[in-house]
């Protein structure tokens, strides 16, 4: 089993950054695959970028890639999503999920942290 717990979410005006983090413990040399998520109100969650654990190989969703940043330190069982140019919008639960496989199906992730708060304001 792996726990994922996420942190660095809060309150931040637009135009800003965030950095949020994903703590990873349990058998964490097993995982193959590390996501980030967000669910904004009245809407589905979405995928945002992914990173495998091994070569570090990253995905992001249409329109994310130059403004968020996935990136993990496996020293630290940590990985992470460096957000700029926040907007209201992106106002959404952020989640970090992680798998064993290399890039799963978005939405058949095995482990899942609670996700954490962002708040954009314009």
């Known amino acids: 089993q792996v726990q994922l717990s996420e942190s660095g979410g809060g309150l931040v005006q637009a135009g800003g950054s965030l950095r949020l983090s994903c703590a990873a413990s349990?058998?964490?040399?097993?995982?193959?695959?590390m996501a980030w998520f967000r669910q904004a109100p009245g809407k589905e969650r979405a995928f945002l970028a992914s990173?495998?654990?091994?070569?570090?190989?990253?995905a992001y969703a249409e329109g994310m890639k130059g403004r968020f940043l996935i990136d993990r330190d496996n020293a630290k069982n940590t990985f992470y999503l460096q957000m700029n140019g926040l907007r209201p919008e992106d106002t959404a639960v952020y989640s970090c999920?992680?798998?064993?496989?290399?890039?799963?199906?978005?939405?058949?992730?095995?482990?899942w942290g609670r996700g954490t708060q962002v708040t954009v304001s314009s």
């Open positions: 999920a992680a798998d064993r496989r290399i890039r799963p199906p978005h939405f058949d992730y095995e482990y």
């Open positions: 990173i495998t654990r091994n070569e570090g190989g990253t």
């Open positions: 349990g058998f964490t040399d097993s995982l193959g695959t």
